[in-house]
Nanobody
Framework: QVQLAESGGGLVQAGGSLRLSCAASGRTFSSYIMGWFRQAPGKEREIVAFITRNGLTTTYADSVKGRFTISRDNAKNTVYLQMNSLKPEDTAVYYC??????????WGQGTQVTVSS
């Protein structure tokens, strides 16, 4: 099992940047595909980005392509989400998640990101 803890959320003006971090417990972090999701008020949770176990392949939602970058440091058991050119519509609770195969079985508690216009 893995336990996840997000940090780095906050309030930022439109056009600004934030970097989210997700620290994972356990010795098998590199076995997990890692992802970032978000959920805005009144909306369903959506995937933002995910990264393969070795960090060589990343995938992004169309809404964040070119603005967000997901990365991981397996030596530090941490996955990051660098968010640039933030927009008010990026306002949401951001969740870190992990999976071994097909299902995102492990979730953090979330961190709030608020982008003011």
């Amino acid at each position: 099992q893995v336990q996840l803890a997000e940090s780095g959320g906050g309030l930022v003006q439109a056009g600004g940047s934030l970097r989210l971090s997700c620290a994972a417990s356990g010795r098998t972090f590199s076995s997990y595909i890692m992802g970032w999701f978000r959920q805005a008020p009144g909306k369903e949770r959506e995937i933002v980005a995910f990264i393969t176990r070795n960090g060589l392949t990343t995938t992004y939602a169309d809404s964040v392509k070119g603005r967000f970058t997901i990365s991981r440091d397996n030596a530090k058991n941490t996955v990051y989400l660098q968010m640039n050119s933030l927009k008010p519509e990026d306002t949401a609770v951001y969740y870190c998640a992990a999976k071994l195969t097909s299902s995102w079985n492990y979730w953090g508690q979330g961190t709030q990101v608020t982008v003011s216009s």
